[in-house]
């Protein structure tokens, strides 16, 4: 491997062990924990990672300088085989483990997704598949995963493998100078360190106010963390501040990192500015302190329960996640003050088993030893999990499968709503095809994924569906959000069969109204809102003046946002006039507007979604059915504009009868799940509909 040399100057000060810092990680760990068991209790426990950052920034640092400056040089092969046999194994049986278990208790419409992040787990990119599902909004209300907590463990893997990467390339510019001392070596990696500190705090500072969510997991925004302690090791070299003043500043930086635990909760914008007093609190700890009886920070931090608990940190946090996520499955005690005692017990337990028999193991294992050996160790250990988290679920959906509804069947779907005294019961009998696993991900595999603009797209995108526009009859516009967009599958057949064109204009997240947020948020939400009112207001004009365009289909979610009057309104309700002054705008250009009512949803909270639900109810569907009374939390904003509506030309298409009957609206319905998710038509569900709108619309004169 790759080495950078220098002269051997004398050595900075005694790389003598530090039991505080252990005692540091217990703290760390210790918060974490709570707060993942009792998370209204300590609602900034997640600063026990940060805890972490800045105690890998130290060691990490401080070790690759002493290798510099008493060997000559960086061997990058052996810092990085030290760091495998250090974490992997134990990572990798966590994981396999996790893999497991996950399909043994979860619901199936689970398994992908935990599968899919424990891929990126074993990868060590799990932080960036969930920065990416923090702003997509299909995976939005995905339930975390056994294996999210890796999302730290990732960005501790970057630094590890970039870290040592930049500092090899200090060494390398000093040498290129000459042969540098140890003093001039040591202030040029100071002054990288604050260079890259700097600029990562403040790329931090503006992210986190602009994205918090991808914020909180991207790498760059935690750079300066490591950075902090990095310089904290760089600038002292193991020397600390124990005086009367030093130990001030030690409690007071217990105190720091202790008021953030307890001050700070997921509405805190973080990490960002927030982040400045848990980071400076463990410096703090790290660089002032006493070791004088109870009166000093060091010696509680150094009692051998402390350095016990910091010993077994990494495995705790390793085994601490999976247990809090999949015990509710098998354990109805699990969420009991008791039975978290228990678990955590038992936590520690296994973590010390895991210490003694996998850490240690490997890490002192003379076979693993040679740098090439920790290297195919780590790809295949990253091989083998993966394939174990993509086989398992598959194969065994395969084998547990039961009979499904035949498609040829007449209460197949849509057929068994509108035929109850032939169809019975509603769900319809036998497993549903496709599977509720199946169902689940169509959220992340959509039909048409080039159909529907996200958050972030600047300007109008327009998708062509149906017969070629060269060759077709005319065309339909259809203008929504999401859920417009899942209405597609019955909405694109139609089209081809009647031999017309289907114009797209979607856009997630966007309520298809001229009128404006009353609340448009700041940030980034503030600009998504900017962007979908201005595409809103384009689309209308486009569509207007589009002659080939002789319907326009709308379609939307249930609203809960309020609006405003906006440029051009005559009446005092915006709410609805921001629907209907294009829809009258419409028509006065020759079209005709069909406007779909809102869906209902089956779950407007925390609770399951209708894949979710049902498979956790598979011989009940029914189970899943909620109140008619209860699918409308939200505002229904297109029909109570529809409702204002005389204008010949406009239809209004009622869709609770497709999900509801006698008061009950299904999640199942004749052997298809209705909804991908809590509100989104599934696709099968859609496409099955397609005759019955395909009737709504030749009723209203939109088809021929």
């Known amino acids: 491997m790759s080495q950078a040399t220098t002269s051997r100057p004398s050595a900075p000060a005694k790389n003598s062990y530090q039991p505080e810092i252990q005692g540091l990680r217990a703290l760390a760990v210790l918060l974490v924990v709570v707060y993942h068991f009792w998370p209204h209790r300590l609602t900034g426990g997640f600063v026990g990672v940060d805890i972490f950052f800045v105690i890998s920034g130290y060691l990490i640092t401080a070790h690759i300088y002493r290798d510099i400056v008493n060997n000559g040089r960086l061997d990058l092969g052996a810092f990085w085989a030290r760091r495998i046999r250090r974490l992997l194994p134990l990572s990798f049986l966590v994981l396999g483990v996790t893999a497991v278990a996950a399909v043994a208790v979860l619901p199936s419409t689970q398994w992908a997704t935990t599968s899919r992040q424990i891929v990126a787990s074993a990868l060590y990119v799990e932080n960036w ?18 294996v999210q907590h ?41 002054t990288f360190l604050l260079l890259i500190g700097a600029a990562s705090l403040a790329y931090s500072l503006w992210f986190t106010a602009y994205d918090q969510a991808q914020a909180y997991f991207v790498t760059p925004t935690r750079i300066w963390e490591f950075a902090a302690g990095a310089l904290a090791a760089l600038v002292l070299q193991g020397r600390q501040f124990t005086g009367r003043a030093g130990n001030v500043l030690g409690w007071a930086g217990l105190a720091a990192v202790l008021a953030s635990a307890v001050l700070y909760s997921s509405a ?82 296994l973590s010390w088993l895991s210490k003694i028999h996998i850490e240690d193991r490997y890490r002192r294992s003379q076979f693993l030893k040679p740098t090439r050996r920790s290297l195919a160790m780590a790809g295949t250990g990253m091989a083998a999990v993966a394939a174990l988290a993509v086989a398992l679920p598959w194969s065994v959906a395969l084998a547990t499968q039961g009979p499904t509804v035949s498609q040829d069947d007449d209460c197949y ?42 958050f972030d797209t600047t300007g109008v995108r327009e998708c062509l569906l149906g017969a070629p526009e060269e060759s077709s009859d005319g065309a339909i516009a259809v203008f929504g959000d999401s859920h417009a967009t899942a209405w597609l599958p019955a909405l694109e057949p139609l089209a081809q069969r009647n031999n017309l064109t289907l114009k797209v204009y979607s856009r997630s997240g966007c309520t298809p109204t001229v009128a404006e947020l009353e609340n448009p948020g700041t940030g980034r939400d503030l600009e998504m809102n900017t962007l979908c009112t201005e595409a809103n207001r384009e689309i209308v004009q486009r569509v207007a003046a589009d002659d080939s365009v002789g319907t326009v289909v709308v379609a939307a979610n249930q609203a809960d946002s309020d609006f405003v009057s906006s440029e051009g309104f005559t009446s005092d309700d915006p709410q609805i006039e921001g629907f209907t002054s294009p829809w009258r705008d419409w028509l006065d250009s020759g079209k005709r507007v069909v406007a779909m009512g809102e869906i209902p949803r089956l779950q407007s909270g925390d609770g399951p979604d209708a894949p979710t639900c049902l498979a956790e109810h598979p011989r009940d569907p029914l189970a899943c059915a909620v109140p008619e009374s209860k699918a409308f939390p939200w505002g229904q904003n297109i029909r109570d504009a529809a409702d204002t509506m005389d204008d010949e030309g406009f239809t209004y298409v009622e869709t609770t009868d497709f999900f509801c009957r006698d008061g009950r609206c299904h999640a199942q319905i004749g052997g298809i799940v209705t909804y991908y998710d809590k509100s989104h038509v599934s ?18 004169g939109a088809i021929d």
């Not at 493998?161 to 003093?183: D, E, H, K, M, Y």
């Not at 004088?292 to 990494?314: A, E, I, N, Q």
């Open 129 to 146: 598949v969930l920065a990416g599902d923090a702003v997509d909004y299909s995976a939005m209300d995905d339930a975390a995963t056994a």
């Open 150 to 190: 890796f999302w730290s463990l990732s960005v501790e893997e970057q630094f590890y493998v970039v870290w040592p990467l930049f500092l090899f390339a200090v060494v390398w510019l000093a040498a290129r100078r000459g042969v540098p001392t140890a003093g001039r070596l040591r202030r040029l990696m100071i």
């Open 268 to 349: 805190t914008p973080f990490p960002g500015y927030a982040a400045l007093l848990p980071i400076a609190g463990t410096v703090a700890l790290l660089v002032a302190g006493g070791r004088s009886p109870v009166s000093g920070v060091y010696w509680w931090f150094s009692l051998k329960p402390s350095t016990v608990l910091g010993d077994l940190s990494y495995a705790v946090y390793l085994w601490h996640w999976p247990v809090v996520v999949l015990a509710p499955f098998v354990w109805v005690g699990a969420e009991t003050a008791a039975g978290k005692l228990l678990l955590i017990a038992m936590i520690i337990l």
């Open 413 to 454: 779907g849509y057929a068994a709503l509108a035929n109850p005294e032939g169809c019975q019961p509603v769900a319809g009998s036998g497993a549903p095809s496709p599977s509720v696993a199946e169902v689940a991900e169509q959220s992340k595999d959509p039909l048409f994924p080039d159909c529907q603009a996200e």
């Open 683 to 700: 696709h099968t569900y859609a496409a099955n509909l397609s005759p019955v709108i395909e009737d709504s619309l030749r009723k209203a």
